[in-house]
Structure formats: C-alpha cells, structure tokens
C-alpha cells in the first residue's frame, strides 16, 4: 500500500507536467496554446460591411455577434431599448440585444460614460456590471467580467475590448480586471498579447476577420522588423507615426495626401480614418470628393464611383516611430478599401461613402477598422510593443497560429515598463529540457515502485498459499509442525544384527521436542544415544488418544516418526543432554477470520426504540438469554472468546430462542456483536468606467 501511495502522485505529476497544468503558473504560461476566436461568418455594421465575432454573455449563456475595440477594455452589448418596438430585424441587424433580466449572474454597478479615444463620437453612457463572458461556442468562460449595456446608434454593434486595463467603478475601487487579464491570470493564454485584422469582403470570396489571443496568424501578413512602443494612455496606446500618405491611380498619377508628419492611434472601434483638414482637404482634390456637413460623411455617387474603380488608386501610409525618420514601414490599401456603403440609421437607404474624417484637434488622429482591412495588428502588452504589417491574401488561405511567449521578466501588471524584446528560442529549449529530464525521473522512480509492488505481493501471495497448505484450520497435523518449525533430518536406513534385530547404522539423532495439542502434552522424536546393539521398538502414540479418541495419529506420520511400529526407538538414559526446540501450541495460531458478505454494516439501535416489526422483535429477543443478560459473543460453535463475526444482514440472526432460553443456531448461524436494526449512522492601476 505505500508503494501504491508513492507511485500514484508520481504518474500524476508525470501526466501533469505533460499537460503542463502541474506547478502553477511557470509551466502553464511556457506551454499555454494561443486562442484562435471564432468568426460569426457574418459582415455586420451600419457603416461598412465589417466581419463580425461570436461570444456569449450571461447565465444562461446570450449568443452575441461583436466587433473588436483595440482601445476598450470592457465587453459592450445592446440593450433591447436601443431598437424601437416596430423594428423587428433590429435585434438581429445589431448583433441580438442582451437581456440583463434574463441572467442570473448579472450585477449591477451603474450607469456610466463611455469613453472611447478623444472627441471620436459624441458623449453617451451605459449600463455597466458584471456578468460571465464566453468566446464563442464551446471556448474560454470567465465569470465576473465587466460588462456595459448600450442603446446609442453611434455602435451599431457591441465591443469585445482587447486592451488589458482595469475598469473603475468609482475613485476608490481597486479595478476590475479586464477578459485579456483574466484570460492570462488563469493561464489561458501564454502571453498578454493578441493579433487582429479587420477582414474585408473586396479579396477573394470575401475574407474573414482574424482575431488570436495570446499570439498571432502568421498566415495572414507579411513581416518586417518594425516595432513600436507602446504609449502611456489609458485608451490611446497605440500610437504610430504616419510620415506620409500618397495615392497612386492605374494612369501612373500620384498625390500626397499629407503635408507633414503627424501621430495617430490606431483603433479598431472606429470605421472611419481621422486626419487634420489640410489632409482631408488633399484627399478631396484627388477623389472628388465632397463632404456632407449634415450627416458628416464624404458620399460617393454611383457615377463617380465606377470612376474611381476604374482608376483604382492605392493609398500607402508609411509609418514609423516618430512623426518623421527612423525606420518605416508601408501599408498600401487599394481603392476597394475606401468603397463603403452607409445604410439604415445613418442614411435612410444604402449610399456609397469614402470613411474619411475631419478630426477637430491631434489627439483624435485615427487609424480605425478601414485602415485593419488591409493591415495586420500584433500587441505584446507584456513586452509593451506591437507592430504593423502588411496584411496578405494567398488563394489558399489558411491558418498558421504562433503563440507568443512571455518574457523571462513577464508579470501579468499592463503597466509594466518592459522594453521590447525577441522571444528567445533558447530559453524555451532550457525549460524543454528541464521538464524533460524532471519526467525521466519521475517516470523511472514510477517503474520501480511499481516493480518492487508487485514483488511484494507476489512474495505475499506465495507465503498466503505456504501457509494455507500447512495449517489446517481444523486441526494441523504434527508433521506440518515439524516441516515449519524443525529442521527434520530424515533417519540413515536401517541394518539387521547378528541377532536378527534391527538397528540403526547412524548413531547420532537430533532431538527434538514439540507439542501435540492444546494441553501442552510433549512428545518425544527420536534423538542421538551411545551405539548400542540393543533397540526397542517405539511405542504406538497411545498417549494422544486422549486428546482426540477418534482419531489414530499414527496413521498422519511417516513410518521414521513412529507411524509404523516396526521401527526401533532407542530408549532414553535420561542423562543425555539435549537442548528441546519449542513449538507452537495448536491454540496460538491466528485464526483465519472469516470473510464479511460485501452488504454495509449495520449500525446498533438506539436503546429507548422499540421493535416495530416481528423481524425487529425477533432480532431483540436473540441478543439476550432468557434471564434477560446480553449474549456471549464468542462463536457458537466454539469459538474463542475474543473472535467477533461481522454479519451484515438480518437473514444471518439466530433463530428465536427455545424455551430453555438458549437459541438454537441454524447451520452456519453465528452471535453477531452488532445490532441489525438502526440508523446508518496584476494588473494595478486602471482607467474610468468604459476603458
């Protein structure tokens, strides 16, 4: 048994350190699989054809098709009083509406203001709380995650926030922590970090968007060496350096679109970008464009449209670290980006736009979900970097997810002010290595413990059959006595004298005392006298058949110990010195308890309760004698005292008493000591509400 306990708890660690969840955080952070969230597989929004993702929310769990903000941290949804009592397809056209009421999980902290970039749409608030949160269907679960319920058309559809800050309820609350956080808090995901690309219906036969927590598609970008750090702003982040913007058209004609360098965030909650008026006014001269004050949009007659499709300008954004030099990188997108359709809230019927906006002052400089079409997005929180590239659109598109790992000097703390860095291969090689020679070991110690186990019970087993075969439970012979506990030596043979009486060659016999039964009556073996010639034959073992008449011991022994009267026993001198070895008693073996039925034990009655059946009456009556005294517990049939037989089941009590007060036992029927009748017995810091 304490083998079992060594090697049990060891081929679990051993299939723990497998599955990397034995340990804690270390192992599981190294080996944690990034998590691919699944598309809704459909192209959603009231500004743009924009693929969508599902998660749930709620308890039972509410379906939900979102877009993704790269600048929220909490998880937005509709509430049913932001669609109108006749519009029935608004519910579906907005992603479905979350009923709060319907949850039993749902907590209420409030109405608050969202807060998303600077000025980007106008001031609107929210039901915020907490509430369980899931990724798709079947994926990661997190309970207690804030959640704020929407009714403002300027979302068309809710928000899965990516960024990993804490939301403030009030001034003094310490922070609820976002999914991204949770997620890596319980070893969800190897890193606090996640790729994305918007997705786009102009390639191919439409392509989805990509979203990857705790890595990214390596499938779907082209990569280059550019880094940016990340900024200390709350909601704003992500900030690059746009260097320049040019236009080029099918004709080889070229424009800037931008005078000088500026920096903008880049957010994927918005649809539009947002540039200075110098730029926008620039962009109105290459396209044509004209801008509607009233509905603020840049619209786009059919006309017009099949022009600029057939000039097919690109626009390439160069982007770098700082508003000018250092290395850049370059984003192209083609005019098909650019060709968005508006329709029902923002324009009665569906109308062609350009998403470009007028931005009011620097900090409302933005890059949103027009720009993640044809731009692949990578975030390391815990390296505080990300990066930018070209997103790509092989025929075969497919799926490559690459985890990324947390630094050597990772916590799970936003805030913290890492510096960029690589992953490094050779650390992950150190901990393979590692894990590889702990597994060695433990499985190598597994295998002996199991080893030296089944010796043991083979050894038990073995000596179980010795003994099973020489101690009889009824009466063990002598000769079994002599085979366990003597050194027997078998007799020389025998040899006729002169007189023609039988001697032995041999002179010299080891004696040997022993006991025959349970009163102690020795018997003596043959033992070494003086040569003599002169012999006596042994005498038939009548002393034993007072122990047990009948019987005939000397039918149970070998002629050498006296079983054949033929044979010559030397008499004893009564000086020889001989040293008697002591046997055993027939009475002192431990005796072989009989085996219990595999029914529960009953537990005793309660005193003060009365029978309340024949059975129980019955079952009272046989647990004391006539003169009204408890039973004896010693075995009916002889037992020793001391010897308690279990019983489990009333079909096993004694028969009712005779009228001599003594119970007549059935066959096999045992006193049992037991009553048949009775009762069994982080991330610190945070922002304001909506980030």
Known sequence: MRLTAIATPLW?????????????????????????????????????????????????????????????????????????????TCPSERGNVYNVTASTTWREQGNHILLIGEDLIPTAAGTFGNDTVGIGNGGPTLSDQVVAGIATGQFWLGMFGLNPKATNYTPTDPGQPSFMTTLRQQNLIPSLSYGYTAGNQYRLKTVLGSLTLGGYDSARFAPNDITFPLAANNTADLIVGIQAIKSTDSNGKSHDLLSSGILA???????????????CALFEQAFGLVYDSVNMLYPVN????????????????????????????????????????????????????????????????????????????????????????????????????????????STTNPSSSSQPTSSSSSNSTKIGI??????????????????????RRSQRNTSARSQSQSHSPRSPSLLSHLRKFTKYTRPPPFSRSSSGRTIRIDETFDKVEMNTDIDH??????????????????????????QEPARNFSNHFPSELGGDTQHVHPPRSGTEDFQPQEMYASGSFAPIELPATEEPLLMPQSQSSTADSPAEADAGAVRRSSSGRKGSLRSLRGGRPGLHHRHSTLDSLPSAPSEGGTPEPREGEFFSPISPVGERAEWTGGEEAGR
Request: charged share 15%.
């Open 302 to 409: 059919s006309t017009w449209e099949a022009t600029l499709k057939a000039l097919n300008p690109n626009v390439t954004f160069t982007l770098g670290n700082g508003a000018s030099g250092g290395p850049t990188v370059s984003i192209t997108l083609p005019y098909a980006a650019f060709d968005l359709q508006a329709t029902w809230p923002k324009y009665p019927n569906g109308t062609r736009y350009f998403p470009l906006q007028r931005a009011t002052n620097p900090a409302n400089y933005t890059l949103g979900r027009t720009f993640l079409q044809e731009a692949y997005l990578t975030v390391d929180y815990e390296r505080g970097n990300f990066s930018i590239s070209q997103a790509i659109f092989p025929d075969s598109l497919g799926k490559n997810i690459v985890p990324i790992t947390a630094p050597d000097n």
């Open 265 to 279: 965030h880049v957010d994927s909650s918005v649809a539009d970008i947002w540039l200075p008026a110098e730029s």
């Open 521 to 546: 009556s020795r018997y003596e073996a043959p033992g070494s006298e003086p040569n003599q010639e002169s012999r006596t034959l042994l005498p038939p073992p009548a002393a034993f058949s007072d």
């Open 12 to 88: 679990l660690a051993s299939f723990q350190l497998l599955t990397c969840t034995y340990g804690g955080v270390d192992l599981r952070t190294r080996d944690s699989r990034a998590i691919s969230v699944p598309s809704s597989q459909f192209f959603d929004g009231d500004d743009g054809p924009w693929s969508s993702f599902s998660i749930q929310a709620g308890t039972p769990p509410q379906p939900f098709r979102v877009f993704v903000s790269t600048s929220i941290s909490a998880t937005w949804l509709i509430l049913p009083v932001g669609c109108s009592a006749g519009a029935l």
């Open 434 to 455: 590692a894990l590889g020679v702990v597994l060695g070991l433990l499985l190598l110690i597994s295998a002996i413990a199991i080893f030296l186990l089944r010796r």
